[in-house]
Every structure is written in C-alpha cells, then in structure tokens.
C-alpha cells in the first residue's frame, strides 16, 4: 500500500523558512519515472504546482516561485524536503505532497495534506 | 509558462444530469492533461490520466477527452457523491500547472 505524509510546522512567521518533509512508504524513491511533488492550496483557493523532484534528481520548480523553493530528496529514509524562504501570510494554505509513478507526469497519490499558517 | 483554463467556473446541476467541463491550455500540451477530483478538506483524487484514461477505481460514469489545447471531463449521470471541485492539470512542460477548478453543487 502506498502511503504519503506530511509533516512540518503548522505556524511560522513572516520571513522565516518553511520546511516541510513528505515520507513515503510502499514505494521506493529510486525508481525509474517517479516523481514527487508539492502542491499548494490557500483556504477557499485553487491548487498551486510548486516543485517536482524525479528519481534521477531531475528538479523541477514553479518560474513564479523559483527563487524561494527548494526540494530534496533523502533516498534511504524515502523523505522529500520542501523548503520555502521569505514566508509571508499570503503563503498560508493546505500543503501537499504528491507521488507521480508514471512518465506522463500526473499525481496519482497524495498525502492528506498539512495546513501551515503564517502569521507573526 | 503553460496557462490552464477552465468552464465554466461553477455549475449547478441535479443527479441524473450529464455534465460536461472544458479546460484550455495556453499552448499545445498533446495528452499530458489529467483530471482531478476534490471534496473539502480532503486532498485531490486523480479521475482521468493523459486526457482519456480512467484511472483505477474511478466509475465509468467519468470520462474525458481532447488534445493539443482543448479538453473535456464528462460526467454521464451525476451521482451525488460527485458534487465537489474539479482541476485540469498539465504535465507536458517542465512546469505543471493547474487550472483554476469547476465547483459542482447542487441545483
């Protein structure tokens, strides 16, 4: 069974850091086509692609975002590490990781999601 | 960037009915366009992969369509666990996008 989770702070405030981790399990992140992603969702709000990391650590980001993100990926503890810089209140939504088993470039498991607010 | 676009941006409708939502792309994405279902407050479910494949599990009452920059998401008779929002999302370009969503409700 594949299974994604969240998990990081649930506040932080204006011009901090936002780390977030994605642990995978029932699937390995060495192998070939995968993908895992984060996607983001302000309260009331449409979803947001932000970044994507492949198997081969091919990393993809958001050209809006780009200058903020960064993705990682631990591959013995089956992690993905999120970071964005300068958090501002616009930032506060649900965030979610998500895994693309397929070359075709869709998500089709998803963590529940984590909601993290910004405000000081 | 590949812009995605949606109609109509909400839609009321009765069970039984058949529904019909369309997504654009900005520029040409082949059939790397897939469909997404979401409830509040639970994360999204993939419906249809690369334009017209139904992903496992899904009711056959879902179907999609389209290519190059035109799509569709047919529902062929609305069941009452359908009522929710639904994303088009593209993966041809190096950056995926959304669209903004179509919010099902009832009429």
């Known amino acids: 069974q594949i299974t994604l989770r969240e998990s990081g702070p649930t506040l932080v405030k204006p011009t901090q850091t936002l780390t977030l981790t994605c642990t995978l399990s029932?699937?390995?992140?060495?192998?070939?086509?995968?993908?895992v992603g984060w996607i983001r969702q302000p309260p009331g709000k449409a979803l947001e692609w932000l970044t994507l990391?492949?198997?081969?650590?091919?990393?993809r980001y958001s050209p809006s975002l780009k200058t903020r993100l960064t993705i990682t990926k631990d591959t013995p503890k089956n992690q993905v590490v999120f970071t964005m810089s300068n958090m501002d209140p616009v930032d506060t939504g649900t965030y979610y990781c998500a895994l693309s088993t397929d070359g075709r470039r869709f998500f089709d498991y998803w963590g529940p999601g984590t909601l993290v607010t910004v405000s000081s | 960037d590949i812009q995605m676009t949606q109609s109509p941006s909400s839609l009321s409708a009765s069970v039984g009915d058949r529904v019909t939502i369309t997504c654009w792309a900005s520029q040409p994405i082949r059939n790397y366009l897939h469909w997404y279902q979401q409830k509040p407050g639970i994360a999204p479910k993939l419906l249809i992969y690369a334009a017209s494949n139904l992903q496992s599990g899904v009711p056959s009452r879902f179907s999609g369509s389209g290519s190059g920059t035109e799509f569709a998401l047919t529902i062929s008779s609305l069941q009452p666990e359908d009522f929710a929002t639904y994303y088009c999302q593209q993966g041809y370009s190096a950056a995926f996008t959304f669209g903004p969503g179509t919010k099902v409700d009832i009429k």
């Open positions: 029932g699937f390995s992140l060495n192998t070939t086509e995968l993908g």
């Open positions: 990391i492949y198997w081969d650590d091919d990393e």
